[in-house]
């Protein structure tokens, strides 16, 4: 199975700050990365696919890069409604695998 | 806007079926891969399986002996069964859409908390 390590697993940010969120798979996986959000008691939201392309009504505040074997996930302006905890997960082979979280935190 | 939800018994006993459904609303089940996915507490999400609305299915290795997905297309569900249930099963379990088999999920269900214990 493809391994995704994410790192950091947790941060502690302020409101307007720029977070910058890291996933490495243990193989290459072209584009075929997704990142997704999770509030406490709320459904996953979807944010990016292919690495870099936003879904619906994602705000452009959120941004992905990264191919083959590094991804990053950037957030340019902390809002309060962002602090959650942020998974990235390859679909490049099944079975499908997911990094293990980052947990934003408001400092 | 199409929404998933899943539903089913919140307490399974153990070496019994763990039943779960997701109801589809707001959109059709067909032309989609519909997925299953788990989080035990304090563990990383796992990929459970997936299943077309033609019926064919994909299921992870380390469960494919104990789980088998449905789909009931009018009535836009999707249905899982894991059996032989032990407290290692004790997750929240979601559902998924996606579009193509190698596609991300674009919407995903609020989640269900089941737990296995006597």
């Known amino acids: 199975d493809i391994q995704m390590t994410q790192s950091p697993s947790s941060l502690s940010a302020s409101v307007g700050d720029r977070v910058t969120i890291t996933c490495r798979a243990s193989q290459g996986i072209g584009n075929y990365l997704a990142w997704f959000q999770q509030a406490p008691g709320k459904a996953p939201r979807s944010l990016i696919y292919?690495?870099?392309s936003l879904h619906s009504g994602v705000p452009s505040k959120f941004s992905g890069s990264g191919s083959g074997t590094d991804f990053t996930l950037t957030i340019s302006s902390l809002q309060p409604e962002d602090f959650a905890t942020y998974y990235c997960q390859q679909y490049d082979t099944y079975p499908l695998t997911f990094g293990g979280g980052t947990k934003v935190e408001i400092k | 806007q199409v929404q998933l939800q899943e539903s089913g018994p919140g307490l399974v006993k153990p070496s019994e079926t763990l039943s779960l459904t997701c109801t589809v609303s707001?959109?059709?089940?067909?032309?989609?891969?519909w997925t299953w996915i788990r989080q035990p507490p304090g563990k990383r999400l796992e990929w459970i399986g997936y299943i077309y609305y033609s019926g064919a299915t994909n299921y992870n290795p380390s469960l494919e002996s104990r789980v088998s997905l449905s789909v009931d297309t009018s009535k836009n569900q999707v249905s899982l069964k894991l059996s032989s249930v032990t407290a290692a099963d004790t997750a929240v379990y979601y559902c998924?859409?996606?579009?193509?088999?190698?596609?991300?999920?674009?919407?995903w269900g609020q989640g269900t908390m089941v737990t296995v214990s006597s």
């Open positions: 998924a859409r996606a579009r193509l088999l190698f596609d991300a999920f674009d919407i």
């Open positions: 707001g959109g059709s089940i067909s032309n989609y891969y």
């Open positions: 292919a690495a870099s």
